[in-house]
């Protein structure tokens, strides 16, 4: 593979079956080898458009995912400038609860501190062995380092985390968040933010556990030097967006440029593995041509058509950009957008209550909810639609690539 995720023209680009199966026979023995922990993947939800509904979808997302692989540790990193999905995670909206917890939790732990440990760690790998120590290496080694004093080679995740069910009981209790919202963010330099990247998930890979990693990231018109860390950290991308084709050409496009930029570069490792037509106004629950749970209606159903189409476009414009193979030709245009996009439906006052209280639908229930000013009747049949949703796009984040051998 090639420094930009591409095929090395030192190999054939359709290999011989026995290397097919070879390789895939190396992947499950070191998945399978006994005492070895697995990063199973990492998605970071990213978007130059702010509002479309990344750190709500991916609240509930974790969640789920978490509740059907208990057998895994699920690590939310949030790197935004808020700490939005840090609230959410931690008691969420009512009388303050998760803001209250995120001011009490960050101090000791939160992304800045991770990163900052991460970039030690770093630094003190590469210093192994040399005569004299950075001194800003030795003087974080001192504050967050080994028994040696020096900083630690490897990270512990476990000393840089919070379990969450310690501050809401309403989280399943293998979801871990480092939290966002801590202050103001630090700068780092492109080699730096890569070094950082690569510590954190050695971190992770040398762990004796199993993590899945989702990243939050922030909306603004460019990268932060923390979404791009993240971009460096995960191995997929998942980008909601509210069905406009306007958003989709003025903020998605760009970021999307941006994207392939960083990985024409060499910093990022992310792909696009789905667009998520968020919100959706739907008519039924059944399968349509958009999407394999929901019809929206017919107006929602033509907008979100056409920015398949688009999506479509861009991947044939920007191949190595995507997870899937971008369509050959008109044929499989149909077959792409369906492994590439899917449909949200509009929480609505289910998705108010949730947020509220800081539930996850998988741990929500139908029936009254008492809210700070209002009390929710939460209704049984569209708590289930909602969580069947989210537990679509939780499955589909383990699907293999469409289109690649």
């Not at 591409?6 to 399978?32: E, V, Y």
């Not at 609240?59 to 949030?78: N, P, T």
């Not at 380092?145 to 490897?154: C, H, I, L, R």
């Amino acid at each position: 593979v090639g420094p930009t995720g591409g095929i090395s023209p030192m190999f054939p680009q359709r290999a011989p079956n026995i290397w097919a199966h070879l390789l895939a026979g190396l992947i499950l023995a070191c998945k399978t080898w006994p005492g070895r922990a697995v990063l199973s993947s990492a998605h970071i939800f990213s978007n130059h458009k702010g509002g479309c509904g990344k750190t709500t979808i991916l609240f509930h997302c974790a969640g789920e995912y978490a509740a059907r692989h208990s057998d895994e540790k699920v690590l939310v990193i949030d790197s935004t400038l808020r700490g939005d999905l840090s609230e959410l995670l931690l008691g969420g909206d009512r009388q303050a609860s998760g803001k209250q917890a995120v001011q009490a939790v960050t101090p000791f732990a939160s992304t800045s501190r991770l990163f900052m440990l991460a970039a030690a760690a770093s630094a003190a790998h590469q210093e192994h062995g040399s005569a004299q120590q950075n001194p800003m290496t030795a003087k974080v080694g001192k504050l967050f380092g080994g028994e040696d004093g020096g900083a630690p080679q490897v990270m512990d995740l476990a000393k840089n985390v919070v379990q969450c069910c310690e501050f809401n009981p309403k989280v399943p209790d293998n979801v871990y968040l480092c939290p966002g919202g801590s202050g103001p963010q630090t700068s780092y330099p492109r080699q730096q933010r890569i070094e950082v990247a690569q510590a954190l998930r050695k971190a992770l890979e040398g762990s004796k556990d199993t993590w899945k990693v989702f990243v939050d990231s922030d909306g603004d018109q460019g990268f932060s030097d923390y979404t791009k860390i993240g971009h460096a950290l995960c191995d997929r991308v998942v980008i909601p967006l509210k069905t406009n084709v306007n958003d989709f050409s003025n903020r998605c496009v760009p970021m999307l440029e941006e994207l392939y930029n960083l990985r024409v570069e060499g910093e990022a490792a992310s792909r696009v593995q789905l667009v998520v037509w968020n919100e959706v106004d739907v008519q039924k629950n059944a399968a349509s041509a958009v999407s394999g749970l929901i019809t929206p209606s017919k107006a929602a159903q033509g907008v979100i058509e056409m920015l398949n189409s688009l999506v479509a476009e861009v991947a044939s414009t920007y191949p190595d950009l995507f997870y899937n193979a971008p369509p050959e030709d008109r044929a499989q245009v149909v077959e792409f957008c369906g492994a590439s996009t899917m449909c949200m439906r509009d929480f609505g006052v289910t998705g108010m209550a949730a947020s509220e209280h800081g539930i996850c639908f998988c741990s929500l229930k139908g029936g009254k909810l008492e809210g700070g000013r209002l009390t929710y009747d939460i209704s049984s049949e569209s708590l289930a639609a909602a969580s069947a949703n989210v537990a679509e796009l939780a499955d589909r984040l383990s699907d293999p690539p469409w289109g690649k051998n």
